[in-house]
């Protein structure tokens, strides 16, 4: 008799529905789409991955010019984080509509991201203080 299997061995990894919003609060709502993306795509979904990252970016083009108009005394770190939890929010009901039973697939690791991440955070920000 074959011994059962279970379904989380044939599902592929995917990232947490924490992981996307820790992405989308801590760098920006297109890191997060990345990490939706890449859970669309390992479920066979490429073309609502290619979506998915195209809405993150117009969402983060357009929080950016919003948040422009707002007058020099605002707590801009308030909004910031705002508009992070809601883009990984939104991020994550949208993968729920392809991605039925999350729970089913096991946890990918977020160290690649992460690193990938913090390298063109630091390379950014090691320019904005080069620049001044």
């Known amino acids: ?3 059962p299997t ?7 990894p995917l990232y947490s529905q924490r992981s996307v919003r820790f992405f989308s609060l801590l760098f ?3 890191a997060g789409g990345v990490l939706t993306a890449g859970n669309l795509q390992a479920v066979g979904r490429p073309e609502q991955g290619r979506k998915v990252i195209w809405a993150s970016v117009v969402y983060t083009a357009a929080m950016a010019v919003l948040v422009s108009f707002l007058p020099a005394s605002s707590p801009y770190g308030a909004y910031a984080a705002g508009i992070g939890l809601a883009g990984g929010y939104g991020l994550n ?8 039973n999350k729970q089913d697939y096991p946890a990918r690791s977020i160290w690649r991201p992460l690193l990938l ?16």
Request: negative net charge.
């Open 1 to 3: 008799m074959p011994a």
């Open 6 to 12: 279970s379904d989380s061995a044939s599902n592929p």
């Open 28 to 30: 920006s709502a297109v």
């Open 93 to 100: 009901t949208y993968a729920d509509s392809f991605i039925p």
């Open 117 to 132: 991440c913090l390298l063109v955070f630091g390379s950014l920000l090691a320019l904005l203080i080069y620049a001044l």
